[in-house]
């Protein structure tokens, strides 16, 4: 439901008089923007509840089977090393071809049983998998190539990579098992051929039940056959399965389980009988790209080290413009209307360099919280973010060389008006005697020097 208009209600009722004819009517109109707000609300935080819960569930129930599938697998590995033992001990002892065959026979289903230990191993791994900072894109393409390969010709996979790096902390190893295991069930799902798809994108989402936070989400989607809405809370559990004998184990899901949780992440999943099914890997971003994949420019920002108030009442935009200047070691504080903006600039007057703020904010317009704003700092830096200006609005922006960045924007822009704005900071620090308002892009290059100096 969308609440960027006002929602009235309006009730008539009619007044009569005393032969009972309507003289007048009553009009009450109520302005019920709060009250279906708050409506939304409640049924958007029950609906998470129940989400969570289920996930709970299911997390315990697979954890309780970790356990017990853990200690049987221990256990079979123990029975099949001797079975393995006093096979070969038989292959050295018997020299006729039958014999010969059946001791092949026993090998092939040792190697079966061992290949199932294995996989169970991994599903119920107890001890933590080393985790180091890496780039989900590259595992996502070597997938990619490799089902290609992999999958019968019938079968086009493609990859579409929004981000051309997403690091996570994480075990390429174990990200590689999960997404392969994800595209071979999407090949069987496919029978008589389709469509694999891996979407890799970034977005936020509340993992943890916080906060919505930074992640990464990789969609493995295919055409094939769905899977039935009464089986869908099952598919998770080791050895369920509805491939034939020797066909499926029913432990490839279990264990992208294991591994999804051992990154902190979660799995989603859609899914539509006949037209195909979308499994939804989502992990939790890493705070900054290591250091060395920062570029030339992204370093010039880093060395600002400035505080920044972001003012949006789209808390998804808001989350991710602040999660993307933290990743340029910018300090960052939000605000979620004028109001809480104008308290919280009055508390950090001294330390806020930048206010970026959206114009259209609710109860305090971004025009009108940006005078308060300059009547108690004149020379504040500020970046609006604008879909559309008045001329009154616009005026009084420019009257304050004011940035104005036209929504959708790109961030290249937000990032280049920073640096703008920042150095002339640094410049006016230097050079007391500049006037206001006379710095332009020249400003960014004689700063640039002035570092270098
Ligand atoms: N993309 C998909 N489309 C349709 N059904 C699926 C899909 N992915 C999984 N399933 C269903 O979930 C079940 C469990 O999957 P899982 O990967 O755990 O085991 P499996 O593929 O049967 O065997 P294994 O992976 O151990 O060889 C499958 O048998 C199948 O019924
Ligand atoms: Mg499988």
New binding site residues.
Partial sequence: MDFGEAQYQYTATPLHDSDGAIRQVMVVVENITERLRAEAQLKAAAEEKQRLTEKMMTSQKLEAIGTLASGVAHEFNNIMAIVSLANEYLSQSVHDDASQKQIALIRKTIERGASIVRQLLDFSRTEKASMEPMNLVSVVSDVTATLRRLLPKNISVSARLDLSEAYIQGNAQQLYQVFL?LGI??G??MPNGGELTFHLYSTMHPLDAQAPTPVVVTEVR?T????PPE?RSR?FEPF????GVGK???????IVHSFVSAHQGVIELESECGKG?VFKVILPLLNASPQSEQTDADAELLQLHANVLIVDDELFLRKTLSHLLRRHRLSVMEAEDGKSALQMFKKHKTEIDVVISDIGLPNMDGTQLLQQLFKLQPSLKVIAITGYLDSYQSDMLTQHNVRVLSKPFEISALLAALKDLLSQNAVTAQQPTRTKGSASSKTSASAKTRRKC
């Fill in positions: 295991n069930n999407a069987d799902a295919d094939g056959v769905g899977i089986i598919i369920f399965t509805t491939k499926g184990t029913g432990l490839g899901l279990s099914t």
